[in-house]
């Protein structure tokens, strides 16, 4: 994932309802694409929005998930990864440096 910006937990709970507003939008036009007869025209443009639209959600859910997640947590493993670094012994540079 690339690295992003940390957001603030209220932008990404309305990403996650984007998200899942989205995916209800492509329910929505791919169950009126199958009880409604579409043009065939329309076909091609409901197929790409079908099978593109749960895509572009998938990677904007994981970057959601992947900040409430750090949210949830508050930084607490980087402050255990940090005593852990404290608790180790100072040795001297091997070449006196």
């Not at 209800?24 to 579409?38: K, N, Q, T």
């Amino acid at each position: 994932m690339p690295a992003r910006l940390l957001l603030p937990t209220r932008l990404l709970v309305l990403r996650a309802v984007y998200v899942a507003l989205m995916l209800l939008c492509v329910g929505g036009l791919v169950a009126a694409a199958v009880l409604v007869p579409a043009p065939a025209p329309a076909l091609p443009v409901v197929v790409v929005l079908a099978i593109g639209m749960p895509m572009v959600a998938a990677s904007e859910l994981s970057f959601v998930l992947a900040g409430l997640q750090h949210a949830a947590h508050g930084g607490r493993a980087v402050a255990g990864l940090r005593r852990e670094l404290d608790a180790l012994p100072e040795t001297r540079h091997p070449l006196g440096l």
